[in-house]
């Protein structure tokens, strides 16, 4: 049985940083493709990075420069740490992970995706 369980979101003010966490259990990060996405109110949810099994990241442009996902094989975790945040990045912020999505330009894809968790909440 998969889960996926995220911490770390808050209310920050403009300009401020949080480090998002994901704990897994079931899966192991190191085999797995690993993701954040966002989703705010009225809007689809978006893919905002991704880490890979060989560690190749990806990253929505919004965030570039700003977000750093990153994640600790022997600990099973993924991380994602977010900088010089803005009002716009106030949002839902979701954990995802899939075995097989492997191709560069799918790892920021929604239906790539087939374990997810339960969210935590950014305010900024």
């Known amino acids: 049985h998969v889960q996926l369980v995220e911490s770390g979101g808050g209310s920050v003010q403009t300009g401020g940083s949080l480090r998002l966490s994901c704990a897994p259990s079931g899966l192991s990060v190191s085999d797995f493709s690993m993701a954040w996405f966002r989703q705010s109110p009225g809007k689809e949810r978006e893919g905002v990075a991704a880490?890979?099994?060989?560690?190749?990241?990806a990253y929505t442009d919004s965030v570039k420069g700003r977000f750093t996902i990153s994640k600790d094989n022997a600990g099973n975790s993924l991380y994602l740490q977010m900088n010089s945040l803005k009002p716009e990045d106030t949002a839902m912020y979701y954990c995802?992970?899939?075995?097989?999505?492997?191709?560069?330009?799918?790892?920021?894809?929604?239906?790539?995706?087939?374990?997810w968790g339960q969210g935590t909440q950014v305010t900024v």
């Open positions: 880490i890979r099994r060989d560690d190749l990241t």
């Open positions: 995802a992970a899939d075995r097989y999505c492997t191709g560069r330009g799918h790892l920021l894809l929604l239906a790539e995706y087939t374990e």
